[in-house]
């Protein structure tokens, strides 16, 4: 179906789309989707991308997510918005070989026994977060899942549970979510035309930069090592190689690294409070 053809979001120009989706994602998608319940197209993208289109019809949905791939696919490119985020060389951002290639190469942390490892981990930081709960009283349920989140993505990942790097890693991750609290902070980092020193985006670049730094510092002192035991996700991704015997690069490691905290942080407390 040719996008000219569908049911409009709104008739609105497509700058105060994009500012009302920032300022309201969920007043935005209801609204539109109160007036056209089956399939709607919207202008809110980035890049090259002319729109987005919200599908919520049982049977499309079901079309999209079972048929043939040579004829509807996601292009990592739609997700260019958090290349400052992720960088290049995110699995958020790929696409065809250099996806599979990717996409194979991250895999070995995520099988069998590694997984019952994570779960036992998962269960021991669970235990020590619910504990500092006192009976009776009311709390925040999302505070409490992004906290465990948080520790389970930085000790699952790198292996290390204290300790000065360990502590400075959960500190600018939170200071560097603290930004994306409302929507509108959060859409105002990814517009070109306001990433400026004295914006939101100035504030998160500072975090972000000793964040990068901390992370090459753990790659560089991993490559150093000689005893392979670990079995952290860091290491396991070190030890991988492609189809052609080569390991990812200290820049391909780094942007996967981001990605993992950053897209495991976040959706899974959010999933987890709910």
């Known amino acids: 179906?040719?996008?000219?053809?569908?049911?409009?979001?709104?008739?609105?120009?497509?700058?105060?789309?994009?500012?009302?989706?920032?300022?309201d994602p969920v007043g935005y998608i209801e609204g539109a989707a109160e007036k056209n319940p089956d399939i709607f197209y919207a202008k809110i993208a980035s890049g090259n991308y002319p729109g987005l289109v919200f599908v919520q019809h049982p049977e499309a949905l079901q079309y999209i997510l079972t048929h043939d791939r040579k004829e509807l696919s996601a292009p990592g490119g739609f997700?260019?918005?958090?290349?400052?985020?992720?960088?290049?060389?995110s699995l958020l951002l790929a696409e065809g070989n250099r996806h599979t290639r990717q996409r194979k190469l991250l895999m070995p942390p995520f099988h069998g026994d590694r997984m019952r490892t994570y779960g036992e981990?998962?269960?021991?930081?669970?235990?020590?977060?619910?504990?500092?709960?006192?009976?009776?009283?009311?709390?925040?349920?999302?505070?409490?899942?992004?906290e465990i989140s948080l520790q389970v993505m930085v000790q699952s990942v790198f292996g290390i549970y204290e300790g000065e790097r360990y502590q400075q890693i959960i500190d600018l991750i939170r200071t560097m979510f603290h930004l994306f609290a409302s929507p509108l902070t959060s859409g105002?980092?990814?517009?070109?035309?306001?990433?400026?020193?004295?914006?939101?985006?100035?504030?998160?670049?500072?975090p972000k930069a000793k964040l990068d730094e901390l992370l090459y510092q753990?790659?560089?002192?991993?490559?150093?090592?000689?005893?392979?035991?670990?079995?952290?996700?860091?290491?396991?991704?070190?030890?991988?190689?492609?189809?052609?015997?080569?390991?990812?690069?200290?820049?391909?490691?780094?942007?996967?690294?981001?990605?993992?905290?950053?897209?495991?942080?976040?959706t899974t407390a959010t999933a987890m409070a709910w």
């Open 218 to 266: 753990e790659i560089t002192e991993r490559r150093q090592e000689t005893e392979g035991s670990r079995s952290d996700i860091l290491s396991l991704l070190m030890s991988a190689q492609d189809e052609n015997g080569e390991p990812m690069t200290d820049i391909e490691l780094h942007d996967e690294l981001v990605t993992l905290l950053f897209a495991g942080h976040e």
């Open 121 to 146: 981990l998962i269960c021991e930081i669970t235990h020590k977060a619910m504990s500092k709960l006192t009976p009776g009283e009311s709390f925040l349920a999302r505070d409490y899942m992004q």
């Open 1 to 23: 179906m040719a996008t000219k053809t569908l049911p409009q979001a709104s008739q609105q120009p497509a700058w105060m789309q994009q500012f009302n989706w920032i300022g």
């Open 79 to 89: 997700n260019g918005i958090v290349r400052p985020l992720v960088g290049d060389n």
């Open 188 to 206: 105002l980092l990814f517009i070109p035309s306001l990433q400026k020193k004295w914006t939101p985006w100035g504030f998160f670049q500072r």
